[in-house]
């Protein structure tokens, strides 16, 4: 109950909603299964106690009710609870589980059904929920499959058909031993939202924790994945979350964007940063920047510290990378040669600087690549980033070459 807030409510249906994953009946849809909570259903679980009751399967022991398990009973010492406790000497419940195989558990205990508050556990309720809906398929974590000889007892006895189990693999916490819970970092599905990574992406890693689609495809739409999704394909050992991974996907989603979509996905982002002044910036050189960086981000968080230097002149430079170049004793000469060649260019359109550092390098006997880290140092501060002379080319002459000259300076 004290889960059942309206706000935990709120995160569990919103998250569902951002990873696309809408539901046919439910909470704020309906169907004709309802009411949707638990505490809106005591009178149903009161009805199928009382079908219990008629079959002389519960009885009533320190305010609680219990189950009664068929079967010879006998008492036996238990180190556990210090005292002498009676067993049942029940028949194995064999579980045709869908994933695990033949599983064979045995009851040999009565257990609590209502507990002597009155409220319901969980054994008895999600039984009784599973009948009531036509539950054909229960999946859920391997952790319920201690549970699940308990609900077989009960389905047996409320004369109903059991429902095919599925008891999938925990999903790890990232690093140490342990399944994910809320507080390990990656459980949160807010918490990706909040970053920006792409809902499908999210989406898509998560039903690849756990689950092989026996080929080397992994980006996958929700329609692939429900056509392509079946129970074989599901590992029996637990999956281990990967940041890195989902990175990976979330940057496949984002290069295969179009222009217009990952500019509307971005620019809330930018307009938030005030030191870009995102809209002071002609439109067009917007659009030329954000071209050129979606090939290379894997998450539009990234993406204001990424694109900065396209729009300020108060850049930072990376402290090795500058040590690299500092400590090269042809940095300033070769500045110099660049600075020259590209004060005669017309523009610095990509064949145009292309040909012109060519031509410098083979004056030197180098490569033109020699160029690029000092180019990209001076006009980016940077020792990565989107192609050079595509970045150049979109920056242009009245930027590139000013940041050229400062950055002699400051040599």
Excluded at 41 to 54: F, G, H, N, T, V
Excluded at 202 to 220: A, F, H, S, T
Aim: charged content about 30%; proline content about 4%; glycine content about 6%.
């Amino acid at each position: 109950k004290e889960r059942n807030t309206e706000a935990a409510l709120r995160v569990l249906l919103d998250g569902m909603r951002w990873l696309g994953m809408d539901w046919d009946e439910g909470p704020e849809v309906g169907g004709d299964y309802g009411p949707y909570f638990q505490s809106e259903r005591a009178s149903l679980y009161q009805d199928y106690l009382s079908l219990l009751k008629e079959k002389d399967r519960i009885y009533e022991k320190e305010g609680a009710l219990w189950f009664r398990l068929k079967g010879e009973r006998y008492t036996e010492y238990d180190a556990f609870h210090k005292a002498e406790v009676e067993k049942v000497k029940n028949e194995a419940v064999v579980i045709e589980d869908a994933i695990r195989g033949r599983v064979e558990r045995r009851e040999e205990r009565d257990f609590v059904l209502v507990r002597s508050n009155g409220e319901p556990v969980f054994h008895f309720v999600n039984v009784v929920d599973d009948i009531a809906m036509g539950i054909t398929h229960v999946i859920r974590g391997e952790d319920h499959l201690s549970n699940t000889s308990k609900h077989v007892e009960l389905f047996k006895a409320l004369g109903a058909k059991l429902p095919i189990f599925a008891h999938i693999p925990l999903i790890l916490k990232e690093s140490g031993p342990g399944k994910m819970s809320k507080r390990d970092k990656g459980a949160l599905i807010e918490e990706y939202e909040r970053r920006s990574f792409i809902a499908d992406a999210v989406r898509n890693y998560i039903c690849l924790l756990g689950w092989n689609p026996k080929d080397d495809q992994e980006k996958m739409s929700i329609e692939t994945l429900i056509e392509r999704f079946d129970f074989p394909g599901i590992n029996k050992g637990n999956a281990r979350f990967d940041e890195t991974k989902l990175m990976a996907l979330n940057a496949e989603y984002i290069k295969d964007m179009s222009l217009t979509e990952f500019s509307e996905s971005a620019e809330p982002i930018l307009k938030a940063k005030d030191a870009l002044s995102w809209d002071a910036v002609n439109a067009e050189y917007r659009s030329k920047v954000l071209a050129l960086c979606q090939e290379k981000i894997k998450s539009l968080e990234t993406l204001p510290d990424f694109l900065d230097y396209f729009f300020s002149e108060h850049y930072t430079f990376d402290p090795k990378g500058m040590a690299r170049i500092e400590k090269s004793p042809d940095s300033q000469e070769l500045l110099r040669e660049v600075i020259a060649c590209f004060e005669n260019l017309p523009a610095l359109d990509f064949s145009t600087v292309e040909v012109a550092l060519k031509g410098l390098a083979e004056k030197r006997g180098l490569k033109p690549f020699a160029y690029f880290p000092l180019i990209r140092m001076a006009t980016s501060g940077r020792t990565g980033g989107p192609d050079l002379l595509p970045m150049l080319e979109v920056m242009g002459k009245d930027r590139v070459l000013p940041r050229l000259q400062s950055f002699l300076e400051k040599l």
